[in-house]
């Protein structure tokens, strides 16, 4: 998806769902956030998959907990969830490799925060972390005799 599609398509679905998004731009201080209830979101400007998704992720917010307020430990992880799980139902099949870095990434950072190992992750948590692996490209180290040569100078 070329990067014009992908900021179409989150103004399209924000028109859609009656959300106001605000673009920051690289200038901008802040960082995404979305006010559930008011269905306001902030987003940086998109510029690849991972951003995309993260607009998707913070849509997802303003349909998913409207009528919850931000709850601290396991709670959080589970709105993160249900945000992503949003996101994902909507435009998975588009995503890329770095879109789903951005929710393995996003995930993590909320299971550190609310101290919660992986491995003791709520299972809808666990669900999406293995999707994530799924699609996340191994890169191989290249074999050292593929390596060119240092030119001696
Ligand atoms: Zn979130």
Redesign the pocket.
Known sequence: MQIQEMKGDIGEICKRLNVKVTWLKPTDLGVNC?NAKAKVIKVREISNTGDYAAAL??IG?TQCDADHKPEPGEGSVL??CR?WQWAIDQRGPKFDSAAWGRIGN?LKKYLKKARIDEGSAPSQCKEIMKRVEEHSVYAAPTPASLVPAKKRS
């Open positions: 979305a992720h913070e917010h709105q993160e945000a996003g």
